[in-house]
């Protein structure tokens, strides 16, 4: 099941940095002849500031989009694209019946406390990941039967049975290798394996990163790093516009075109970020596919993504970036006219329906959604929550009609479409079973395609309305080289990133 705590931070830490299609310059050269400075600062502006630092035990973007990669690291991670490479592994091995796991870590590695790297710090820390539930990635280690260490460099993990998300979920946090018995405060210090060290933690104003002169690998390319919060998106442009920070991420698409006649360049990023209509399947009248269907119908996805300046349509539950994705698009169409025939053949003509939607979300996707149900005879109310009630009511207690939420979490199909107790309230035994397959198949390409097969069933049968997935809006000076464009609302590795002179 979806976890509480993750819902809370990723769904929050979304809404302040969800990007969008926006006009720019091209992205900067790589080749540019400027010398890149050794010594320099780079100044990064965020939204979201984390309330602690301690990434096992707290979920959310806040901490994974700075610490990981940076300031600690797993035996494995993935890329930009979500492929995953090894990190603190030199390799690693599978076998063929997908339950053995077994990784060969790099010689020389040592914590930023002076520890040196040994098998026995990644099986005390995927030990208690295992073992104790309040552990961020606990239920991702569910199917773990035993992790041993043969000797100081190896590391094996023995699975009860096959799992295809076991090595993506140590690409999360709960695949992150702290030192043994290390006393480290977490929630104000950090003891990591990464190319930077924290050096500092103004709350409420910034984090400052330094390049850790120690590390096992290719050296970071600048001396620190400023993270500088900035959570309203107007004074996040100013702080660009003034030369206070060098990259912006994310901005606003309303004030994108404050950036036009700059040196900035704008990017846009891929994300996981899944902005669902959600229906309430198992109560009146969303328990009426008709009725569903009807108001998927009613939407013109181009057009809201235009209103809204962010992100391309998306007509199912499994982005581009995940395993399983398929252009569903043929599924659904704009029309009205057949909305409104459905809506009379189930006796719900004239219907009224209440969308509840956190407030920080603003007003453009519930205004276009007025507007759209009206013109085939559905009222729609909106009632703006605060989130803490939106997770009570919705989230919680699933007392609801329609919501709007942005889920970005990588890989969720399980834990929403394939969980009955989620607040969707959706339930089909074909696709629980058909995801219980993909699972536990050895064979990556099979298991995508039993997920696709099962994302299909569940567009088919109308169990949401996915009205687009997310873009990250960047702004980046030109004396940045190497700042990274996609799934940054999930990591911003700053190993590669230099500034120059």
């Known amino acids: ?7 809370i931070a990723t769904i929050a830490a979304l809404a302040l940095t969800l990007g969008a299609c926006a006009g720019g310059s091209a992205a900067p050269d790589p080749t540019s002849s400027a010398a890149a400075d050794a010594d320099a600062t780079l100044r990064v502006g965020l939204v979201l500031e984390p309330t602690n630092l301690d990434i096992r035990h707290t979920s959310g973007a806040a901490l994974e989009q700075i610490l990981v990669d940076n300031i600690y690291q797993g035996l494995v991670t993935r890329t930009q694209d979500n492929e995953i490479v090894d990190a603190l592994a030199s390799k690693h091995e599978i076998s063929a019946d997908g339950l053995t796991y077994t990784f060969t870590l790099h010689e020389g ?3 930023s ?4 790297l040994t098998s026995a710090d990644v099986v005390a820390a995927y030990t208690q990941v295992k073992d104790d539930e309040t552990v961020v990635g606990h239920s991702d280690f569910a199917d773990v039967a035993s992790i041993t260490a043969p000797d100081e460099s190896t590391v094996v993990i023995t699975l009860t049975q096959p799992n295809q998300n076991f090595l993506f979920a140590l690409t999360t946090p709960a695949g992150l290798v702290f030192a043994k018995d290390d006393t480290t405060d977490l929630k104000t210090a950090a003891n990591g394996t990464g190319p930077f060290t924290l050096a500092d933690w103004k709350q409420g104003d910034s984090i400052t990163f330094a390049r850790n002169d120690a590390y096992w690998g290719e050296k970071a390319g600048v001396k620190e790093v400023v993270f500088s919060y900035i959570p309203d998106f107007s004074s996040g442009v100013n702080a660009a516009l003034d030369d206070s920070v060098d990259v912006l991420t994310a901005v606003d698409p309303n004030l994108a075109s404050r950036f036009e ?5 704008i990017t846009r990023g891929k994300t996981t970020d899944k902005a669902v209509l959600a229906f309430n399947n ?3 009248p969303l328990d009426d596919p008709k009725v569903r269907e009807a108001l998927r119908l009613a939407i013109d996805h181009k057009a809201l993504v235009e209103a809204v300046g962010a992100g391309q349509p998306l007509y199912g539950p499994i982005p581009e970036l995940d395993p399983g994705y398929e252009d569903l698009s043929s599924l659904v169409s704009y029309d009205p006219e057949k909305a409104k025939a459905l809506l009379a053949e189930a006796g719900k003509s ?3 329906l209440t969308l509840t939607i956190p407030s920080f979300y603003g007003t453009t996707v519930a205004t276009y959604l007025v507007s759209a149900f009206n013109k085939i005879g559905v009222k729609l109310t909106v009632n703006s929550v605060e989130f803490p009630t939106w997770l009570t009511d919705v989230y919680q207690n ?4 329609l919501s709007f939420v942005l889920h970005v979490e990588p890989r969720d199909f399980g834990s929403t479409w394939a969980n009955p107790e989620y607040y969707f309230g959706y339930t089909n035994a074909q696709v629980s079973d058909l995801y219980e397959q993909s699972l536990r198949t050895v064979d990556a390409d099979e298991s995508a395609k039993l997920l696709a097969e099962a994302a299909k069933i569940v567009s088919q049968d109308n169990a949401a309305d996915w009205l687009y997935v997310g873009e990250t809006l960047t702004a980046v000076s030109p004396i940045v080289q190497g700042f990274p464009t996609d799934s940054i609302n999930s990591r911003i590795d700053l190993s590669q990133i230099t500034v120059t002179e």
Do not use: C, I
Not at 113 to 116: D, H, L, M
Not at 261 to 265: L, M, P, V
Not at 398 to 401: A, G, L, N, S, W
């Open 1 to 7: 099941m979806f976890r509480r705590t993750a819902v």
């Open 109 to 111: 590695v040592t914590f």
């Open 113 to 116: 406390g002076g520890q040196p």
């Open 261 to 265: 006649g700059t040196d900035f360049t």
């Open 282 to 284: 198992a109560a009146a």
């Open 350 to 352: 004239n219907l009224s």
């Open 398 to 401: 699933h007392d609801y009609q």
